[in-house]
């Protein structure tokens, strides 16, 4: 069994670290994680600029790119195999709800996924790494299931897991409950500050609250000290609105330039 994990926090971070600690004797490790923290860059690819790849005193591998850099670079030539399985993380903060469209963490994950690699992405849903050791306990867990008998055979379509942790000592995690994503409020204004040439600078603000928490959520199984598993898919589609629109389109007409001379 052989994994490749990577992160968004850099390889430097507390959290990539305790996973790996976890998961190297379970499997045939290798981490390639940004050298940088990245924190929501999602699936973000370096297109203009060249990358490096480097190697730290613990073996580790960093680039100096996004978490979609990292594990585009390792599938598509930096490793000389295939890995049957993709892990990302540990993620110091939560990555649910709408949160999973900017993590890079989760970004890092789905990269795999795009290439057919079964992909599962962790996070501890506040920062600060308290009781990492619970989580990387956790994720431990989860991996030992997954590669016991649910990894994808060839020819069958892999699956993206977001996984989230309460920051708990592991045994005051209750249960594992698979859950749907909850959403959030619109995030805060943006916040503005004046630079010592004079010129206006915008921080993007913090993440809205809450706004779906219901049970069945990420959110509500997470309050609760559950820790939550969310199938994700990366198909944007909107199915149900495609006859609608096409009968929309339709009532257009010609477009103009179009039709007969």
């Known amino acids: 069994m052989r994994i490749l994990i990577s992160n968004d926090d850099?390889?430097?971070?507390?959290?990539?670290?305790?996973?790996?600690?976890?998961?190297?004797?379970?499997?045939?490790?290798?981490?390639?994680?940004?050298?940088?923290?990245?924190?929501a860059k999602s699936n973000a690819l370096t297109l203009n600029a060249p990358l490096y790849v480097h190697r730290a005193a613990n073996g580790f591998r960093y680039v100096n790119g996004t978490p979609a850099d990292c594990v585009h670079i390792a599938l598509t030539g930096l490793l000389d195999y295939r890995p049957d399985l993709i892990v990302s993380?540990?993620?110091?903060?939560?990555?649910?709800?709408?949160?999973?469209?900017?993590?890079?963490?989760v970004g890092a994950a789905m990269e795999g996924y795009l290439f057919g690699i079964p992909a599962v992405a962790f996070s501890q849903t506040q920062k600060g790494w308290a009781h990492l050791d619970g989580a990387?306990?956790?994720?431990?867990?989860?991996?030992?299931?997954?590669?016991?008998?649910t990894l994808p055979k060839s020819g069958e379509h892999p699956w993206l897991l977001n996984v989230n942790v309460p920051n708990r000592p592991i045994q005051a995690l209750t249960e594992i409950k698979v859950c749907r994503l909850g959403?959030?409020?619109?995030?805060?204004?943006?916040?503005?500050?004046?630079?010592?040439?004079?010129?206006?600078?915008?921080?993007?603000?913090s993440a809205g609250a809450?706004?779906?928490?219901?049970?069945?959520?990420?959110?509500?199984?997470?309050?609760?000290?559950?820790?939550?598993?969310?199938?994700?898919?990366?198909?944007?589609?909107d199915h149900a609105s495609l006859s609608p629109w096409v009968s929309r389109v339709g009532a257009w007409g010609p477009l103009a330039g179009e039709g007969p001379a």
């Open 10 to 39: 850099g390889y430097q971070a507390l959290g990539i670290v305790a996973l790996h600690g976890a998961l190297k004797d379970i499997a045939d490790v290798e981490v390639v994680a940004p050298e940088h923290n990245n924190s």
């Open 89 to 105: 993380g540990i993620n110091n903060g939560a990555n649910m709800g709408d949160d999973t469209i900017y993590s890079g963490t």
């Open 136 to 149: 990387a306990a956790m994720a431990r867990q989860i991996v030992q299931k997954l590669i016991a008998g």
């Open 183 to 205: 959403r959030r409020h619109a995030a805060e204004s943006v916040i503005t500050q004046v630079s010592p040439r004079g010129e206006t600078m915008y921080w993007i603000g």
């Open 210 to 237: 809450a706004k779906d928490d219901a049970d069945g959520t990420d959110f509500h199984a997470t309050a609760l000290g559950q820790v939550s598993v969310t199938p994700l898919k990366v198909d944007l589609c």
